[in-house]
């Protein structure tokens, strides 16, 4: 009990304030325990990191799942998922994932490795759904859309050539969200996203 709530505050903390800037001590602090408590389950700071990024990733798929069981079409889908990571991020003023990368190089390594996995299956599906319901066009390349869109998304988290503040960075996943639809999308397909796009927006307001 108390090792999961260590590891859920942690996560929720990294991703707020960013994986270097938060403190064993910011940690006790913030569950009103003692740092001493923490190093009872975690033996470093590292340790602790390592293990957050597991539960951010599994907090993820279970979010991805629980849209995909509602039934969405394609694009409807994938708004829905931006809207998930958008929230997940909403109080950190810089990317998690590029100081993640910069500081716990290893750590970004494995997380990166499981991301893969866990995004390729979540685009190809969304492809494949697309292309059946007449919203993707019929002969597009998959693999290759998947691969394109990966760069695309985790670059605006991880390089330093985009803005690492978290406002631009949503607003730039938002952007490459709709060059990715728009390059793959039937007339049909465009009509869903123009209509998307003006929902996400007025859920901004």
Known sequence: MI????????????????????TMDD??????ISKKTI???FSNKMELVDAST?????TIDIAIIQIQERNLNAIEENFAIKTVFKNMF???KTSPMFQLKKYYPKT???????EICSFSDCVMNNLVKGIKNKLYRSKIDKEMVMKFYFTLVFGAYE???FSLEMKDILKTELEILEYHTR?????????ILEQELINYKNNQL
Request: glycine share 6%; proline share 0%.
């Open 183 to 191: 390059a793959i999308s039937t007339n049909y397909g465009v009509e």
């Open 159 to 161: 390089n330093d050539l």
């Open 27 to 32: 940690i006790a602090n913030e569950i009103g």
């Open 90 to 92: 909403k109080k950190a």
């Open 108 to 114: 970004y390594a494995k997380l990166m490795e499981a």
């Open 54 to 58: 597991i539960v951010v990733q599994q």
């Open 39 to 41: 190093y009872k389950y």
């Open 3 to 22: 090792r999961e709530k260590i590891l859920h505050k942690s996560a929720d903390m990294f991703l707020s304030y960013g994986f270097k800037s938060v």
